[in-house]
């Protein structure tokens, strides 16, 4: 079995994984098989049985659904070192989105299975996991209420600030592999209006937009264009 020890650093960069006590670190990384993705890969589709729990450590995933016409809606876009899957952990319900690989990717997976049995024999590191699953859902509450109350402009502002903190994981990243299409669809609003919004960052010195790239200059001003 393949081990998620050499990738024990990069976790640690993470908020969550970071917090974990040391014993749990060591026993997920101790049950974890490493799998590769190649670029638009499918990981999982909903209605999946569960398998486990995930990490990415290299590349990115995309989690969406896609409709019976071939609609597509991308929910996130996540790099390392990203979490998912614990809600299946919980409820042992199928899967609720489709997760694909953006490029080669790398991650990590602790099977379900493994993580039950652990969580029989040390019942207070559900809480832990807990935290990974509010953390998520505060989110999705945030977003929620975004889309009910602001404007097309600040609204993705901060799904850009979102996505370059790694919904709250890791160290503020400047470039986003991001292309405008994707992040439209992210935000339920049209290329025609994300373009024009991009632009406007990008005349103000915000951003630089290079193909499927999106460069943030300037966080703190990103900052006041979400408020």
């Known amino acids: 079995m393949n081990s998620g020890h050499s990738y024990q650093a990069r976790l640690r960069q993470g908020h969550?994984?970071?917090?974990?006590p040391a014993a749990l670190q060591e026993s997920l990384l101790a049950a974890a098989q490493v799998q590769q993705l190649a670029p638009g890969q499918v990981l999982f589709r909903r209605g999946d049985k569960p398998c486990g729990l995930y990490a990415v450590v290299e590349g990115g995933m995309r989690i969406g659904a896609v409709s019976a016409t071939g609609k597509e809606a991308l929910l996130t876009l996540v790099e390392p070192p990203y979490w998912f899957g614990e809600i299946s952990l919980f409820d042992g319900q199928p899967r609720t989105h489709d997760a694909f690989a953006e490029g080669?990717?790398?991650?990590?997976?602790?099977?379900?299975?493994?993580?039950?049995?652990?969580?029989?024999?040390?019942?207070?590191y559900w809480r832990d996991f807990a935290l990974l699953?509010?953390?998520?859902?505060?989110?999705?509450?945030?977003?929620l209420e975004e889309m009910s109350l602001l404007p097309a402009a600040p609204r993705l502002a901060r799904r850009l600030l979102l996505i370059a903190e790694n919904y709250g994981e890791g160290?503020?990243?400047r470039v986003l592999h991001l292309p405008q299409e994707q992040l439209a669809l992210m935000l339920a609003i049209s290329r025609q209006t994300t373009n024009q919004i991009l632009k406007e960052l990008e005349g103000r010195g915000i951003l630089r937009l290079t193909y499927g790239?999106?460069?943030?200059?300037?966080?703190?001003?990103?900052?006041q264009a979400a408020q």
Do not use: G, N, Y
């Open 171 to 173: 160290e503020p990243r």
């Open 133 to 143: 699953m509010s953390h998520k859902l505060r989110l999705a509450f945030i977003a």
């Open 213 to 223: 790239e999106i460069e943030i200059l300037d966080l703190p001003r990103l900052r």
């Open 104 to 124: 080669p990717s790398t991650l990590l997976l602790v099977p379900q299975a493994r993580l039950l049995a652990l969580l029989e024999q040390q019942p207070q």
């Open 16 to 20: 969550w994984f970071s917090a974990l």
